[in-house]
């Protein structure tokens, strides 16, 4: 497994604002956010897809707040919403693992890869762990099927997976994870 | 078109294209070497972000004077990162290394842009023909290929306009711009360029029926939604090189005469949908898009949207309800979407490959692209070929090569000395094809007849090791999510064939199951509105046909062939090759199955064991102790010796 020195454990910890009151202040703001789109039958993909990148998920006050800004009923929201993969309707874990099954990933055991996850987070495919860390999503190809079998951690892609590289994943994130607590407290120490 | 009009498209062309050529010697003149990284997704993926950074790095630290360009991506997966390092003052001609890792490219500054020492032993050759290093051109990878749509992928930056105009780009717009709409429909008619997108439809019929059709706002879709879950050269190609795309895009709506394009992309592909958002910015700077285009009357607006992950929006109608904003289902033609699309308008739908090879054909001809491929499917086929080969990657073969040609000459065949078994062709809508097909001609109306499909062009080979049951099983769970659910026959019965094959992997197959398959297989075909529920029964019925025996060994002797359905299979020890004292398999184990036997070897204990086979691959290669079966019975029984006196009393208590 390759150290991506991209990697800026900082920003993937230092949360400094509670996540769910951030959400609220935006899902507040959402009814002044959409009227940057033009209300239209047509825009409803892309304004779930840019609150969904703000959110991360679509939580049912919003999807309520785009209905009322289309004029058109919650239900053909919520039908639209569900019908493409892409929208989720739970917060992702704070590291979204994704695990490829694609063709390629899947002749060379993906889900066995998956399992894995699974078992060692004790959550199913599609879930977030209790204290919403990680989440494990099936995804189909991520298109470097010679690397197979892949899954994203993240951004990161981690290549030619194997069942034994999972528990070395987890090590490193703690690693990450306590390196960036110390900086923190460092830097919150004045040291 | 006005024609007093084209002296001075050519004048505004010929502009752009000498500053782009002037860009081009300046940086020619420029004696310091340049390095190309491939930097699309899958480069990426590989590792070549680490890399470009190890390169600008050591340049720095040496105090060298060189340049590191990010072009896309070559195709040539099985090598990724991929890197070409042009430095004519060494006197070398430029030089393409593979897997070149960070600490690879800090080697490759240190001895070859200071020392002038090239490295042969990692160099995978020479991109010209010289007389100090073999070209990559002897290798079969690359003489036996064609490129047309990928032609200038992996050697330009794609995210600069001036490197593709320099290659030649923009020339076939400017020379449609001063051609009727006629001659170019005529020109894409004679050629023969069938559609890339699977059904392989006669692309200037389809124009033709748009240009034809009454006027109205015509809109012109780039069909780059790429569903299949084992396939991805649409992306590479808009990640390497997108303003090819966007050409061919200006080229159809020129002829068709529409003023609105939009390419779909899917939002999984975000490198794809900003490399093609920053293509259509820099066109429209130059005057390549927007109005008046080239100085000319013709005006074009392209935008990109993202489509929302569902297979069936690639079919061309789903994809118009889900831009309108709805659930993606398809509806039944006539209309065709050429005559009555998108908000009613006439629209032209078509693959990213397809539009991609319009320019070629503009500026060379359609007879030059008749010369490519077999009568019936002029052109080349861009596969993405993976699985068990040697060399994994993106291939693009005239039409009329053989199967054998692409998989054992192009790809270097099976991987691992293992045997062929099938190659899967055409995604959830395609079939797996035995050895008895390997010298099939490679075009759509053979691969059709083979029971196959050209598809969307992922092409997947397997080994001994593969279960063809397995296999069909893993397209029925795709297509069965993925049916928008208008159909019963798509919606109901996709599950149903996907229980039955369910049940056969798990050993827990019925006689009558094979012609239940079959039959439903029928109905579903005949039930479906769309090409998803029409064809996907077709990776069930291939493989019955050709590969029943796996079928029967599941049902009757539950046993699994290709050893790959673990209800079917199990692993254990050899005794007599385990070395005694060796722990290479216990520590892998995720559920520690693995227990050491009282003559301190190891058997595995079947209760925890998820067969995984972590330990066939840890056990090290001189004892290769770790073995398959199938069905599990024929596994010896070895029992976990009890370790602590308590419980071992409790044990012959019991017994
Ligand atoms: C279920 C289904 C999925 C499809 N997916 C794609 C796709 O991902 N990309 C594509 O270009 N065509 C796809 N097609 C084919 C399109 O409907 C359409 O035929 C094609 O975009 C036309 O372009 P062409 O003439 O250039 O091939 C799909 C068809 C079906 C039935
Ligand atoms: S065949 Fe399947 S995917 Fe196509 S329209 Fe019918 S239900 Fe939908
Ligand atoms: S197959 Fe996997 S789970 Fe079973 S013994 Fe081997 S390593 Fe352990
Ligand atoms: S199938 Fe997993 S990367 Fe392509
Ligand atoms: S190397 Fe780029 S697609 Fe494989």
Not at chain 1, 176 to 186: D, G, V
Not at chain 2, 553 to 581: F, Q, S, V, W
Request: glycine content about 10%.
């Amino acid at each position: 497994m390759t150290l991506n020195p991209n990697l800026q454990p900082l920003q993937l910890f230092a949360m400094d604002v509670d996540p769910f009151a951030k959400d609220e202040i935006f899902i507040s703001g959402l009814p002044d956010y959409l009227k940057q789109f033009d209300r239209q039958r047509g825009q409803l993909i892309p304004i779930l897809q840019k609150v969904q990148q703000e959110l991360t998920y679509l939580p049912a006050e919003a999807l309520q707040a785009v209905a009322d800004y289309l004029e058109i009923p919650v239900a053909e929201v919520y039908g639209v919403a569900t019908f493409y993969n892409q929208f989720r309707f739970n917060p992702p874990g704070k590291h979204q693992i994704k695990v490829c099954l694609g063709t390629a990933c899947h002749v060379k055991g993906g889900d066995i890869i998956l399992e894995n996850f699974e078992r060692k987070l004790g959550i199913k495919e599609g879930e977030t762990t209790e204290d919403r860390e990680f989440s494990i999503e099936r995804v189909a190809c991520v298109g470097c099927c010679a690397l197979a079998p892949v899954v994203l951690v993240g951004e990161d892609v981690q290549g030619h997976m194997a069942p034994s590289k999972v528990e070395g994943l987890f090590v490193r994130i703690q690693v990450e994870k306590e390196m960036a607590q110390r900086k923190k407290k460092r830097h919150e120490t004045g040291e | 078109m006005k024609p007093e009009n084209k002296d001075q498209i050519y004048q505004q062309f010929e502009a752009i294209r000498r500053q782009a050529e002037e860009r081009r010697d300046a940086a020619r003149r420029d004696p310091s070497p340049t390095i190309l990284i491939g930097t699309a997704t899958c480069g990426i993926a590989s590792g070549a972000l680490d890399t470009k950074l190890a390169f600008e790095q050591a340049i720095l630290e040496q105090g060298l004077d060189a340049r590191v360009r990010t072009v896309g991506c070559i195709g040539h997966c099985y090598a990724e990162p991929v890197v070409i390092i042009d430095y004519p003052q060494s006197g070398f001609p430029p030089i393409f290394y593979h897997e070149v890792t960070a600490g690879k490219a800090r080697m490759l500054v240190k001895h070859f842009l200071e020392g002038g020492d090239p490295l042969f032993e990692h160099v995978y050759g020479a991109m010209v023909e010289n007389d100090m290093i073999p070209s990559v051109m002897e290798f079969s990878r690359f003489n036996q290929e064609k490129r047309v749509v990928m032609e200038k992928c992996g050697h330009i930056d794609p995210e600069d306009i001036y490197d593709y105009i320099a290659h030649g780009g923009y020339a076939a717009l400017a020379k449609a711009l001063t051609l009727d709409p006629e001659t170019i429909i005529d020109e894409i008619k004679t050629c023969g360029l069938r559609g890339r997108g699977g059904a392989g439809f006669p692309t200037g019929r389809k124009w033709e029926l748009a240009a034809d059709s009454p006027e109205g706002d015509k809109i012109i879709v780039c069909n780059a939604d790429e569903g299949d879950p084992g396939a991805y050269m649409d992306r590479t190609i808009l990640e390497s090189n997108p303003h090819q795309v966007l050409e061919g895009m200006a080229i159809c709506a020129l002829a068709v005469g529409a003023h609105k394009a939009i390419v779909y992309v899917r939002s999984e592909y975000p490198l794809a949908v900003k490399i093609v958002s920053g293509a259509i910015a820099q066109a429209k700077t130059l005057g390549l898009l927007g109005s008046g285009i080239l100085n000319s009357a013709f005006n074009l607006e392209i935008e990109v949207f993202q489509g929302s992950g569902a297979f069936v929006c690639g079919e061309e109608t789903g994809l118009i309800q889900s831009i309108e904003g709805f659930r993606g289902m398809p509806r039944s033609r006539p209309p065709y979407p050429a005559q009555e699309g998108l908000y009613g308008q006439p629209t032209v739908i078509n693959n990213v490959k397809t539009l991609a090879s319009v320019p070629p054909i503009i500026a060379n001809g359609a007879a030059w692209y008749r010369t490519i491929g077999t009568e019936n499917s002029p052109g080349t086929a861009v596969f993405s070929v993976v699985g068990d080969v040697v060399h994994a990657g993106l291939v693009e073969i005239p039409m009329g090569v053989t199967l054998r040609t692409l998989i054992f000459d192009i790809c270097g065949g099976i991987a691992n000395q293992k045997k062929f078994k099938a190659v899967q062709i055409g995604g959830p809508s395609g079939g797996c094809l035995p050895e008895t097909f390997l010298d099939t001609p490679i075009d759509f109306d053979s691969l059709t007849t083979a029971g196959a499909m050209m598809g969307s062009g992922g092409m997947v080979v397997m080994d001994e090791d593969s279960c063809m049951v397995d296999v069909a099983r893993y397209f029925l769970d795709f297509t069965q999510k993925e049916s928008c659910g208008k159909c019963t026959f798509c919606r109901i019965g996709t599950r149903h064939l996907l229980d039955i094959l369910q049940r056969i992997t798990t050993g827990e197959g019925r006689t009558g199951d094979l012609e239940q398959l079959e039959q439903l297989s029928e109905d579903i075909k005949d039930g479906s509105l769309c090409g998803l529920g029409k064809t996907a029964p077709n990776p069930v019925l291939t493989s019955l046909k050709y590969f029943r025996d796996e079928y029967e060994a599941h049902i009757n002797e539950k046993r699994c062939p290709g050893m790959m359905c673990r209800p079917l299979m199990t692993y254990y020890i050899d005794l007599d090759k385990c070395a005694r004292g060796c722990d290479a398999c216990v520590g892998c184990c995720p559920t520690e199955a693995v227990f050491t036997t009282s003559t301190r070897k190891k058997g595995i204990d079947q209760d925890l064991c998820v067969k995984c086979g972590e330990c066939m691959v840890a056990c090290p290669p001189q004892y290769d102790a770790v073995r398959k079966v199938s069905p599990p019975g024929l596994a010896p029984v070895i029992e976990r010796p009890v370790k602590n006196p308590d419980a071992s009393k409790k044990a012959s208590d019991n017994s």
